[in-house]
């Protein structure tokens, strides 16, 4: 399955940044290639708008400080302003090439492109108020705002604000995303995200979620070999209805919703009694339980049944409070991996508060279950026992409604079985889901997005 853009915390991107020193580059030589990128993305976006850049102390401030020397040679018109003089070496260098006078940042005057280059990965507690009062103000009245790296007054690693921090048009994110460019709440003030290459190799285990590669059924197939799912129907129904939908919208050539009626005429609909036979088929490839189920006896008895069949499981809502009631390591004795797919509240009364960024926290929790976990939201992180671990970016914000969280379930089912590894299961269900609300537009129920997932299909084959 294809892997997405490299995503590196700011250590690992330090780390990335020591070895290609180590084989020959210089903090100035990757410093050069990063104003020059950033200059010409001012040069190219601005449209040859007057130029004010920002500079802060370290070699966020000395990329600016380059920028403003390329730009002018550009025959841009560029002013700079900063708060303090450069204090790192590299930035003190750059500073040294800027011909141009430096203003004080809080008597500047604002200019139609704005390019914030005060604080990169580097920062390190929050910024003083007459800065994040500057920015604010500066960053207002632009046309066009670029943060370089990122907006100055957020978290690199965990997407937290650190000060208050206005809404940039672009950020320029370099050598590599970052995890604030995908994690909410800093990913929405970024902006348009573009990654400049600045001769820095990158590799993770965290990466973008990238869109899948789908095969199409070919003429040796059958409704049981692209993939049989069970849906478990419970006290409310139309959330397991939902789940058997979208995993048949999804591709799946069987699906048997247990427990519950109603839906396409192709959703096979039997009575719950019926869910051990279904467990016992051979033929089948994936249950999902969860979605409208009760977390009392009875739901419990159902979830024991699933959990001592063989087939590959999808656990969401209402089976996740009863594994939090039993405990997620649990789940390790399972005879195929369990994917689980919860919201935030979910996530936390399972597996605590945890430590770190959300990113940190979901590889935490499939670490201590043996899951894959699915920590859903407007920033989805994706995370694998082995460490794998992907991230969703742009999630429309219309998928914020009840339901779709089953529909995602049955995606994710029916990516299982039509025969992809827990992660890449997961992995495809996210994208297809997100992809689906994309062509979905505003304001669509959760009972549409079924119907757009052909689309978004036929985006992957
Ligand atoms: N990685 C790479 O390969 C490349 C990275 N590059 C660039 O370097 C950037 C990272 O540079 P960086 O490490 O110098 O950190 P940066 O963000 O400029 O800030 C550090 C300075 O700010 C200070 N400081 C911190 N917080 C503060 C606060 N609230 N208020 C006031 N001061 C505060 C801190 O001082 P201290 O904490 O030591 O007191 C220090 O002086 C990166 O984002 C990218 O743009 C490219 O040039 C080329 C290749
Ligand atoms: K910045």
Redesign the pocket.
Known sequence: MSRGRAILTAAA??A??DRAIARGASVES??AR?GKAVAEAAWRFGGGRPVLILC????????GYVAARVLKALGANVRVAAPCDP??EAAIQARRGWDGPVEPLTDTTPAPMLVDAL??????????PDVADALMRLVSRAHLALA??LPSGLATDTGALLAPVPHFSLTLA??ALKPVHLLQPAAHLCGAVRVAD?G?ATESLITELARPHLAAPGPADHKYSRGFVAVVGGGMPGAARLSATAALRAGSGMVKLLGGQGGPDALVCRPIEELAATLADKRLNAVVIGPGLSPDAAGRSLLDQVMAGRAPAVMDAGALRLIGDMGAEALKGLPAMAILTPHDGEFESLFGKGQGSKIDRAGQAAAASGAVIVFKGADTVIASPDGQIAVAPDASAWLSTGGTGDVLAGIVAAMRARGLDAFDAACAGVWLHGDAARRAGPAFVADDLANHLPAAIAACL
């Open positions: 991107m330090r990335a940044e990757l410093m990063a802060g102390p370290g070699n966020n401030g000395g990329d204090q790192s604080f990169g990965t580097g920062l390190s507690r929050p910024l003083q370089v790296d370099l050598g600045i820095i």
